[in-house]
C-alpha cells in the first residue's frame, strides 16, 4: 500500500513534504522495531551475529 502511495507521488503536489516526512517516520519507526526483533532472535540464538551474516546471507 505505501509504495502504491509513493508512485503516486509527485514534486508538483502542494503537500509533498508533509507526506514524505510521513514515510520517512513510518520508515524509521519499523527500522527501530526490526532492529529489536533482530536482537531478540539473537539473544536467544535464532539469528545469525554480525559476523556470520555474510555466509547466513550466501548459503544455499
Do not use: C, W
Not at 513534504?17 to 510521513?22: F, G
Not at 517516520?25 to 551474516?53: A, C, K, W
Amino acid at each position: 500500500m505505501v509504495k502504491a502511495k509513493l508512485t503516486k507521488m509527485t514534486i508538483e503536489q502542494k503537500d509533498i513534504e508533509q507526506k514524505l516526512k510521513i514515510v520517512q517516520d513510518l520508515t524509521v519507526h519499523l527500522s527501530f522495531h526490526l532492529g529489536e526483533i533482530v536482537t531478540i532472535m539473537r539473544q536467544n540464538g535464532h539469528y545469525p551475529m554480525p559476523n556470520e551474516m555474510k555466509s547466513f546471507l550466501t548459503a544455499e
